[in-house]
């Protein structure tokens, strides 16, 4: 995000969980926290919503494989990323 240009570029993070407020303060110490934006849970219409009007969907998972996500992802966006943390110690 910090090479990105503001006036172009947000990041959507969809969802909720345990990690959330770490993710928010690390978006807020690397300077970028005002261009990134936590909607936290969202229904399914939303969801949908939302991913038809990205222009780049990532689903950044260490626990999810090539799920129904990334699969909604891929068939509404111009790019689809999925990038898995590693395991490898």
Not at 23 to 39: I, K, N, P, S
Request: proline share 2%; aromatic share 6%.
């Amino acid at each position: 995000m910090r090479r990105l240009d503001p006036a172009r570029h947000e990041l959507l993070v969809v969802g909720d969980g345990a990690g959330r407020g770490a993710f928010e303060a690390e978006a807020r110490g690397l300077g970028v926290g005002d261009r990134v934006r936590f909607t936290g849970f969202v229904d399914d219409a939303e969801r949908a919503r939302l991913v038809a009007s990205a222009d780049v969907f990532c689903l950044p998972s260490a626990q999810e494989g090539f799920g129904i996500a990334f699969l909604e992802g891929e068939a509404t966006v111009r790019a689809a990323v999925r990038a898995a943390a590693s395991t490898a110690s």
